[in-house]
């Protein structure tokens, strides 16, 4: 599985390097046309779990209910 940062990493035109079980390392990027586009998706987008944010900056909410 990958992770978040190497998610964001693949959706922002970079590459992620992965090894399978076999040993073998393989190179993970979002489309071959990559080098045309890069300069223009260039962090973009960015992959967040902002249910774990909510979470941490809110604990009230997740409690049982606010009290």
């Known amino acids: ?4 940062g190497q998610v964001e990493t693949i959706i922002n035109g970079g590459v992620v390097k992965a090894k ?3 040993g073998e390392t393989v190179k993970i990027r979002h489309s071959f046309i990559k080098d ?3 300069p223009m998706f260039n962090k973009r987008f960015k992959v967040a779990d902002t249910h774990q944010e909510d979470r ?3 604990p009230k909410m997740f409690d049982g209910g606010i009290k």
């Open 1 to 4: 599985m990958l992770s978040e």
């Open 20 to 22: 399978l079980p076999s």
């Open 36 to 38: 045309a586009v890069a």
């Open 56 to 58: 941490l900056l809110h």
